[in-house]
């Protein structure tokens, strides 16, 4: 498994420093910045749009397995190809590198544990737009800049339109279980970030999601028993596991070498927008005007974040990462 070619001298984005923008990349050498700066934007809608997809195939696997089995079932067959595809070296690392792999590995296995919870009590939609608050505050704490703060506003605004204006009608254990999601999924962007700089390629993602994977194996197991192995149920969350962890976690990770964490974390707030695509067409789940002009908000939101990365990418030095 590639990825990207970049500048080695350019320290990984981080929370540490959130204002620093990746260093010209070989293609920026070429002329070709703008587009440079772009690249990762891609990578970050691309593992949007499976990830939630993944998420509506899942929603009809639950029956089959539970919330608890269909987390096992995606953890493990992810962590399986990882291992497989990457084939990770395990020696060669360093503590600190090994207790970031187990902490990523931690935040996956609670991200999606929590999230799997929540829809299995609220509908898909509400619990992705619940959840997309973790990366939204992470992008206001983490920010030193006011035009950050600016998005991240109109992101939340439109958030929240899409819920509806409010969460009361929805099931309190749910609700709670999609907001724990949201807190580790800002931890997961946190730790991708330094696993992606403190291992090649797609290396430490492959560690940290058979960290996951063994974490949630015997709840997996004590929640469904051998309704996992049935062949069915297994090839349905094979289809998961690639949707909503393979391909999603290695196009992020590339993402956030070269895109710092507040704008990346702005972008996950097209999350809802994606899930709620996803659940119309997948869950039979319709749109209303209300939830369409959330979506114009969560998008203009993005857009305003990308647009601000491209325009500062050349211009702005990368600020060196802390230890």
């Given at each position: 498994?590639?990825?990207p070619?970049?500048d ?6 981080a929370?540490?420093?959130?204002v ?6 070989p293609?920026?050498a070429?002329g070709?910045?703008?587009?440079g700066?772009?690249?990762?934007v ?10 939630q ?13 539970g919330?608890l089995?269909?987390v096992?079932l995606?953890l493990a067959?992810?962590a399986?190809v990882?291992?497989?595809?990457c084939?990770?070296r ?10 970031t792999?187990v902490v990523?590995g ?6 999606n ?8 009590r ?9 959840e997309?608050l ?6 206001v ?7 950050n703060l600016?998005?991240?506003g ?14 009361d009608?929805?099931?309190?254990a749910?609700a709670?279980f999609?907001l724990?999601?949201g807190?580790?999924?800002a931890a997961y ?7 992606g700089r403190r291992?090649p390629?797609?290396d430490?993602?492959a560690l940290?999601m ?8 015997p709840l997996?197991?004590a929640e469904?028993g ?17 949707l909503?962890?393979?391909l ?6 590339l ?5 710092p964490?507040?704008?990346?974390a702005?972008?996950?707030s097209l999350e ?5 695509a ?12 209300t939830q369409s002009?959330a979506?114009a ?5 993005s857009m305003g974040?990308?647009?601000?990365q ?7 030095k990368a600020?060196p990462d802390?230890?």
């Amino acid at each position: 498994m590639s990825t990207p070619s970049t500048d080695p001298g350019t320290p990984s984005p981080a929370v540490a420093a959130p204002v620093a923008a990746p260093a010209a990349s070989p293609d920026a050498a070429h002329g070709g910045g703008r587009w440079g700066s772009l690249g990762p934007v891609g990578l970050v809608l691309a593992g949007g749009l499976s990830v939630q997809f993944g998420a509506a195939l899942a929603v009809s696997l639950m029956p089959r397995a539970g919330a608890l089995g269909v987390v096992t079932l995606r953890l493990a067959v992810a962590a399986a190809v990882l291992l497989i595809v990457c084939r990770p070296r395990l020696r060669g690392h360093s503590r600190a590198d090994w207790g970031t792999v187990v902490v990523f590995g931690i935040a996956m296995a609670g991200m999606n544990g929590l999230f799997y919870q929540a829809v299995d009590r609220i509908p898909l939609g509400p619990a992705v737009t619940l959840e997309v608050l973790g990366p939204l505050a992470l992008s206001v704490f983490a920010s030193r800049r006011a035009v950050n703060l600016v998005w991240a506003g109109l992101a939340l605004a439109g958030v929240f339109l899409l819920s509806g204006g409010g969460f009361d009608s929805l099931d309190p254990a749910g609700a709670a279980f999609a907001l724990g999601a949201g807190v580790m999924w800002a931890a997961y962007i946190v730790f991708s970030a330094r696993t992606g700089r403190r291992f090649p390629q797609a290396d430490g993602l492959a560690l940290a999601m058979a960290v996951g994977a063994v974490l949630f194996l015997p709840l997996g197991i004590a929640e469904s028993g051998t309704k996992l192995f049935d062949p069915t149920t297994l090839a349905l969350g094979a289809g998961v596991a690639l949707l909503s962890s393979v391909l999603p976690y290695t196009l992020e990770l590339l993402a956030l070498r070269r895109l710092p964490a507040p704008t990346f974390a702005i972008l996950m707030s097209l999350e809802p927008a994606i899930a709620a695509a996803a659940g119309f067409l997948i869950l039979d789940q319709a749109l209303s005007a209300t939830q369409s002009a959330a979506i114009a908000l969560v998008i203009a939101a993005s857009m305003g974040a990308v647009r601000t990365q491209v325009g500062r990418g050349r211009r702005v030095k990368a600020v060196p990462d802390l230890p």
